[in-house]
């Protein structure tokens, strides 16, 4: 896979490049095995020598089978001393805006005490999460780490169903996107929202399984790629 691709998504190196990224699709439409696939892959590479993943399912789902996920934080910065994913299963429905706010302040903290240490923190399927809408605010720390986190060698990737799940305030944070199996609405939002035409790749996206795009929300450009493995 790309060097540039894996970097836009995952890694957090300062520049523009080092803004968030978005992975939307379908339900069924393959952006947690493809993300866990392209990290597998961007791991063995020079530029995420120092890199740490931290993987948050609300879900409490992983394909990650070798990681042990833990609900504690605690754990969570303890493994990521010595691994490079860390594997984050959020518990109370109740408190999981909470706990991932508590999750980027550690993150935060740790980085400042890392400065050679860039970390990504991957929230899957975030439109669980309240107030992660087009419409509302999400959480303090969650838009601290889109806006501030690439002064501190932080990355958000937020995986969503729907481009209409972004709020809106993230959009100008955003430097990259994968887009896999999609909804016709999305193309609509796709365009208001990121000013990403969506509309030529659209039935190429929706006719062939676990395909996907590689958008640069700096430039608008769209690039098509044939499911993983193939
Ligand atoms: N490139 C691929 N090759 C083979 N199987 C795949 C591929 N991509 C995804 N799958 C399979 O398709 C199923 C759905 O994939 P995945 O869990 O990644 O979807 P998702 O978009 O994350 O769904 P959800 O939004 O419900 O979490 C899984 O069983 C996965 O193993
Ligand atoms: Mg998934």
Redesign the pocket.
Known sequence: MSQEIMNRMFLADGTDYGLSSVIA?R????????MTELINDALKTAPFKEARIIYVSV?NESYWDKVKPTYDLDELFKTLQKSRIGVFYPTDPDMYEAELDSLIERTFLVSQENENTSFCIIV??CNVLDKFNSTSRPSKMMTKAAIAGRSFNIKLTLVV?RIGNLPRILNSSLNAGII?GISPMDNDYSKKILALDLDPYYDSLNSNK?SWGFADLLTGDVTLYS???E
């Open positions: 699709g339900s069924g439409s393959g952006k947690t095995y493809l879900k899957d399927d169903h896999m676990y499911p993983f493995g």
